[in-house]
């Protein structure tokens, strides 16, 4: 990555967690597992050795899942604090950074609101296949009304929230920690970046050794939905496939959109220039491995280039523009399949957390953001975790639709950028980033 001569004098974005230990999730194999547990449970259901295969497969599937729940609030406190820190030291990188920034904020809320919007439109209009089943006694959840939600923003003891599972006061008892911790000295500042930089470190080891059993867990999972649903669970997943993928495509659109409009390129040039980087984006998954390409698109765009070498890496460290509209939509699908009728103020809850969360997220495989992304927003609209445990094993597919729309998103966010920037000295004001989580 090059670095712009004249941002050598301004901050440098480092507080970030850079040093996250490299988690290897065995996706294939849980997909395999899935389908696996499927297929038994189809040839079994009706038939006597069922009741058997239930009793066994019932009880790993709730162990996996609980080991799965019992890392998600420190996870997502250590990740949201070193990311809203991260997020503070790049806005006082300049005028560029805080217009960047203000983008990116303004986005992430809007996609939030798209998603806890969309999604409940498009189960009216398509609905669940009839018949799909997870489980006859798993327990539903409470599903908060508005006056709950405004009522829980504020924890009275975050102790006791946290040990309730309560996400949502929690998440913003950690956001206003964080915030207030980057007003202290540098030494205790960077004590507490380094003591919630080991907790999200650690608890990623933790979750790692979970995924690994993520076949054998989702095997009994799927069998179990196989015996209750039969072929109707294959329909479902299909269908939540399509669903979750159409939200994500409206927000790489609006990637189109926001190059045409704020950074006025033709739609075109903009198409022809972006394909390579988004070829790049389907064959790695990996907005970190598309950053090369990304540069390039830009160059072919004619953007300056101190303003595509700060812009770019930033959008990847902490634009993840699909994150809240499909987080959400994959929340709401499986508070249907749950069978809950979410309230606005459960909407509400879901939006808050989706776009707070979206600042601790990370670059790691899909199966970890989708546990440590859709957890949080689960647990504030009082979904059960349970069919987000099946859900996760066909990610991989909406994943592809996550990280070509973040990379459409991020390139036409640097357009905009630079167009804002062309008639002042915002160029001369851009910040070093030097990692990217």
């Known amino acids: ?73 420190p996870l997502v406190a250590g990740l949201l604090f070193t990311g809203i820190v991260a997020t503070v030291a790049a806005a006082r990188g300049g005028a560029m950074a805080r217009r960047t920034l203000g983008i990116i904020v303004g986005f992430l809320a809007f996609s939030a609101v798209l998603g806890a919007v969309m999604m409940p439109t498009l189960l009216r209009l398509f609905p669940v296949p009839a018949g799909v089943q997870f489980s006859h006694d798993a327990d539903p959840g409470k599903v908060p009304g508005l006056s709950e939600f405004l009522a829980s923003l504020l924890p009275d003891n975050v102790i006791s929230a946290a040990a309730a599972s309560a996400m949502l006061p929690v998440i913003v008892f950690v956001t206003l920690f964080a915030l207030a911790s980057t007003r202290l000295a540098d030494e205790p500042r960077r004590l507490l970046a380094t003591l919630f930089e080991g907790l999200a470190g650690a608890m990623m080891v933790v979750i790692g050794w979970v995924l690994m059993l993520a076949p054998i867990g989702v095997f009994a999972l799927g069998l179990s939905l196989g015996v209750r649903s039969g072929g109707a669970a294959l329909g479902a997943l ?13 927000v790489m659109l609006c990637g189109y959109v926001l190059a045409a409009t704020l950074g006025r390129q033709r739609i075109g040039a903009f198409v022809a220039a972006l394909i390579p980087a988004q070829v790049v984006a389907i064959s790695t998954q990996s907005s970190i491995a598309t950053l090369p390409a990304m540069l390039a698109s830009s160059r072919k765009l004619n953007l300056a280039p101190t303003t595509s070498e700060f812009a770019l ?78 859900l996760v094993a066909v990610e991989v597919l909406p994943d592809l639709m996550r990280t070509v729309g973040n990379v459409t998103m991020d390139v036409a966010l640097a357009s905009a950028v630079d167009t804002q920037g062309s008639s002042g000295d915002a160029a001369d004001e ?4 030097e990692t990217v989580h």
């Not at 299909?238 to 409206?250: E, I, N, S």
């Not at 851009?430 to 980033?433: E, K, L, Q, R, T």
């Open 430 to 433: 851009a910040p070093v980033v």
């Open 1 to 73: 990555m090059t670095t712009p001569p004249d941002a050598l004098t301004h901050p440098t974005v480092t507080d970030s967690p850079s040093r996250l230990p490299e988690i290897r999730v065995p996706g294939k194999l849980t997909l395999a597992g899935l389908v696996a547990g499927l297929i038994l449970g189809l040839l079994v259901a009706g038939k006597p050795v069922a009741t058997t295969l239930l009793e066994v497969a019932g009880p790993i599937g709730s162990l996996w899942l609980q080991g799965l729940q019992m890392t998600i609030l």
């Open 238 to 250: 299909a269908h939540y496939v399509v669903l979750v993928v159409a939200v994500g495509a409206v």
């Open 313 to 390: 890496p930033l959008a990847v460290t902490l634009f993840r523009a699909t994150g809240p509209a499909m987080n959400m939509a994959v929340a709401v699908y499986a508070a249907k399949l749950a069978g809950l009728e979410l309230t606005t103020g459960a909407l509400a809850a879901g939006a808050f957390v989706a776009f707070a969360t979206t600042f601790g997220a990370v670059s790691l495989p899909g199966t970890i953001s989708f546990v440590s992304s859709i957890g949080p927003i689960a647990a504030a609209m009082g979904v059960p975790l349970w069919p987000l445990g099946v």
